[in-house]
C-alpha cells in the first residue's frame, strides 16, 4: 500500500468506528479461508462488517473515537467485528467461536465501556435491539385487547340472557 491507500484505509476506518454501537476484537488463528467466509457471511446475514486490517492502520484510525481504549487489544492477527446493533457483532462472533477453537475473542467495546471476554459473552446473550422492540410491542398490544375483551364481555351476556329468554 502506498501513503495515499494507507490514508484512504485509515479515514475509512474512522468513520466506521464513529458510526457503530459495538466492535468485537477477535483473533483467528489459522482459520481457513472456507471458514473466513462462512464467518463472513453469517455476520453479513446479521448486518455485521467484518474486516480484517493492518493494526497501526486500525491504530490510527481510533484516535479521536470513544473506541481508543481498545488498542491494546490490537496485536496478532486481529479481526473487527462492527456494527450499529448493540448485540450483532457479540452475538456472531460468540456463536461462532463456540463451534470454532481458531477463533478467539479477544474483547471488544460497548459505546465507551470496554468489554472483556466475559462481557462480549454476556453481551451476546441478550435479546437484539429489533426482538426487544417486538416484546415491548407485544406488551403495549395486550392491555389494549384484554380492554375490549372486557368491553365486549357485558354486551355479550346480555345478548344471551335475551337470546334464553326468546327461545323460552
Known amino acids: 500500500m502506498d501513503r495515499a491507500q494507507k490514508a484512504e484505509a485509515i479515514d475509512q476506518l474512522h468513520k466506521t468506528f464513529k458510526d457503530v454501537e459495538t466492535i468485537v ?16 457471511v453469517k455476520m453479513r446475514e446479521a448486518g455485521v462488517s467484518y474486516k480484517v486490517s493492518k493494526n497501526r492502520l486500525a491504530l490510527r484510525a481510533l484516535k479521536g473515537t470513544r473506541y481508543e481504549g481498545i488498542g491494546p487489544m490490537l496485536k496478532g492477527p486481529v479481526g473487527l467485528a462492527t456494527s450499529k446493533d448493540p ?23 460497548l459505546g ?14 441478550l435479546p437484539s435491539l429489533d426482538e426487544l422492540r417486538a416484546r415491548l410491542v407485544g406488551m403495549i398490544q395486550t392491555p389494549a385487547q384484554r380492554l375490549a375483551v372486557l368491553a365486549a364481555a357485558p354486551a355479550s351476556q346480555v345478548a344471551r340472557v335475551i337470546s334464553a329468554y326468546s327461545q323460552k
Open 87 to 109: 448485540v450483532a457483532a457479540s452475538r456472531v462472533a460468540y456463536l461462532f467461536s463456540k463451534d470454532n477453537e481458531k477463533l478467539a475473542i479477544i474483547g471488544g467495546a
Open 25 to 40: 476484537v477477535t483473533r483467528n488463528d489459522g482459520l481457513t479461508v472456507a471458514q473466513v467466509s462462512e464467518l463472513r
Open 112 to 125: 465507551d465501556k470496554m468489554l472483556d471476554v466475559s462481557g462480549i459473552e454476556s453481551l451476546s446473550k
